[in-house]
């Protein structure tokens, strides 16, 4: 393997002041490989949703008031979760770059504010990069969303109500939309059921319970619920924060759950 000395000068003198070196071999195919053993160093900023607005040939012609890209934008987005990581998990980031570790690519990323906006410029290494070599371009993102964080540490308070075993029936908007005779969700229920042990004990590991919440320690969520009476049966509305609510801000919606 050669070590490419131009080309890293070259993304060197594209990104003024970067804090980590990319050293870059030809492998045995010809492709551009990037080394991504670079260590962790936080960057709070780039911790966050990120939705494309453009793409362009350099940074300096983006103009928030024009897209240069007539066409669909490939990327739709990029989150950052803290610690270095993403929900992706061949995706891992330091500060200044994200790895692809499919690829074996290690692209620049940089933060700019224009006009009171956070944009964040992204070196697209696709395969012009990684089989022709040539120098990538970027992408523009602008933060849409930070990554949610609810307390999961909420004192236990017991609901002899909502022990026992409730079985996924439907998942609506909101719990007014739910009807026991007609189902709104056309698809398969992800969540096929929540089972609730005494004295705050989740079903899985993973998560606990407190009267009226359900929190998850591994996504950081504290989920409400609601148990109604319905035609004479109970039923139990559970606010579903999935990647929507965690990653891009959005309310969520609900699971309809029917004790056994």
């Known amino acids: 393997m050669k070590i490419i000395t131009l080309a890293l000068l070259a993304l060197l003198a594209a990104w003024p002041g970067a804090a980590q070196e990319i050293k870059s071999v030809v492998n045995k195919a010809g492709h551009l490989e990037d080394e991504l053993s670079l260590p962790f160093v936080n960057d709070p ?8 607005v453009d793409f362009v040939a350099k940074p300096e012609l983006f103009s928030p008031a024009k897209r240069a890209w007539d066409g669909d934008l490939f990327l739709k987005e990029l989150v950052f979760l803290p610690e270095g990581k993403s929900p992706n998990g061949w995706l891992t980031w330091t500060k200044g770059v ?39 371009e970027y992408y523009v993102l602008k933060k849409a969303a930070e990554i949610k964080r609810d ?8 609901d002899p109500a909502v022990v026992g075993e409730w079985e996924s029936v439907d998942f609506v908007e909101t719990p007014e939309k739910f009807n026991p005779a ?3 969700w ?73 004790k056994k």
């Open 186 to 258: 056309r698809g398969d229920l992800y969540l096929k059921e929540l089972v609730f042990l005494p004295k705050g004990k989740g079903g899985k590991p993973w998560w606990t319970w407190t009267r009226g919440v359900v929190m998850h320690h591994g996504d950081k969520t504290a989920s409400k619920y609601e148990i109604m009476k319905i035609a004479g049966a109970d039923y139990l509305f559970f606010e579903w924060k999935s990647g929507d609510y965690i990653f891009r801000g959005a309310k969520p919606f609900y699971y309809v759950l029917k």
């Open 98 to 136: 994200l790895m692809h570790h499919g690829d074996k690519t290690a692209s620049r990323y940089q933060i700019r504010e224009l006009g009171g906006e956070k944009y964040l410029f992204f070196e697209w290494k696709s395969g012009d990069y990684t089989i022709r070599h040539r120098a990538p």
């Open 182 to 184: 007609v189902r709104v």
């Open 45 to 52: 900023a780039v911790i966050g949703a990120w939705r494309s």
């Open 151 to 158: 307390r999961t540490d909420l004192p236990f308070k017991n």
